[in-house]
């Protein structure tokens, strides 16, 4: 008799694809690891900030020990910052890890989940992991159309996730829209407010969210040390919510889910006001050359808030697949997201300014 093992929801999941390690890139083509460019998983191009590597250098004596299960001195950082009390804090292995086990916590396998074309890896994959029912809302513009979402719950509906800024797109919803849509939702399902990206806002265009989970007991806000913190490496972010949701997930947390490391180098870039401040001006930077010189080259893109832009690579159905292998050969590593839906199209992160200026001369000289 023929036997498969495990659940088919687990059998039927296409494992998340990451971008490209440098190392894997050189192997294959060839090529000089050091004249390699990766901009493909939307990481700080300025590195880890000096603070985080000291506080690190600290805390390495002390590396035989068990980290803080609750993440104490981390927690009072956050809390001080945000103004949040430390029992609303939930710390994770990278905000991934929130998302996971908010739905791990309040999805049982054949309830259902909904979230937005084009929006971000992990929420299928966290939907399929516990056998939930994903309901996909089509985006508008590229962008989640709340009211349509709002309208896409069901009764077994139990978690909703909403990426502002939204990564692979980098579209933005302004605050008040997202408050009117919190609102609209039934109490009892619990919505996740992706905020990965928000260190990126321009001053004028920020709101807390945090703010609102006083008044909101099914609001997730998750916040990311990946990528404006420059920290992708250590896994590390946290989850506000209240007590009720913060206790929940706390019971499914790993125990030592955050190590030490992480917690040590978290609390400096928290308060490293400096690095965050220069990790937004060199993006912006950045930001202009790109779109700059895709509007030139008469690319398309989609107006990003982000650290990353989203071009459409050509009108072929591979195109994305072609100009990013043609961008491998020249040691360019971008993000092909097909596996979005978006074949045509690719995603660049942001890099320093040489690092941008060798995406856009191999892209000239690929579709040129
Ligand atoms: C990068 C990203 C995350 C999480 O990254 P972690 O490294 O796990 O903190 C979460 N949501 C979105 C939309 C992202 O792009």
């Known amino acids: 008799m023929s036997h498969s093992f495990g659940p088919d929801y687990v059998r039927a999941i296409a494992p998340y694809q990451g971008g490209k390690p440098i190392a894997e890139v ?7 690891e050091s004249k390699i460019v990766k901009l493909a998983s939307n990481e700080n191009p300025l590195g880890i900030p000096e603070s985080a590597q000291q506080a690190m250098q600290a805390a390495l004596a002390e590396l035989a020990r068990y980290p803080d299960s609750n993440g104490f001195d981390l927690k009072a950082t956050i809390s001080k910052k945000f103004n949040v009390t430390p029992d609303w804090i939930t710390l994770g292995n990278g905000s991934n890890d929130i998302l996971e086990l908010a739905t791990r916590s309040l999805v049982r396998t054949g309830e259902s989940v909904v979230y937005s074309e084009y929006s971000f890896a992990v929420y299928p994959l966290a939907t399929q992991a516990v056998g939930a029912k994903a309901i996909v809302v089509p985006a508008k513009n590229f962008s989640h159309d709340l009211d349509a979402m709002a309208k896409a719950v069901q ?25 009117a849509f919190i609102r609209s939702i039934p109490k009892h399902v619990v919505i996740v407010l992706d905020e990965a990206y928000t260190e990126y806002l321009p001053p004028n265009q920020r709101y807390d ?4 989970v006083a008044q909101h007991p099914n609001l997730i806000v998750s916040r990311s040390f990946s990528k404006a913190y420059g920290l992708a490496g250590l896994r590390i972010g946290f989850g506000i919510a209240q007590a009720e949701l913060t206790d929940l997930m706390n019971r499914l947390r790993q125990p030592f889910n955050v190590n030490s490391l992480a917690q ?25 050359q790109i779109t700059n010189a895709l509007t030139q080259m008469g690319l398309t893109f989609i107006p990003s808030f982000g650290n990353f832009v989203l071009f459409k690579a050509g009108e072929a159905n591979d195109a994305g697949a072609k100009v990013n292998l043609a961008l491998l050969k020249k040691g360019i590593i971008v993000r092909p997201v097909g596996n979005y839906g978006l074949p045509q199209w690719l995603r660049v992160s942001i890099g320093l300014p040489e690092e941008n200026a060798a995406f856009l001369a191999a892209l000239q000289s690929i579709i040129g």
Do not use: C, H, M
Not at 275 to 287: C, E, R, T, W
């Open 26 to 32: 050189a192997r294959e083509f060839g090529l000089d």
């Open 155 to 179: 009764p077994d509906t139990r978690l909703i996730f909403v990426a502002n800024p939204n990564n692979p797109t980098g579209t933005f919803i302004e605050g008040d829209q997202i408050l």
């Open 209 to 212: 969210a945090l703010a609102w």
């Open 264 to 288: 040590a180098a978290a609390i400096a870039a928290l308060q490293d006001e400096a690095f965050l401040a220069k990790s937004a001006q060199i993006n912006n930077q950045g930001y202009t």
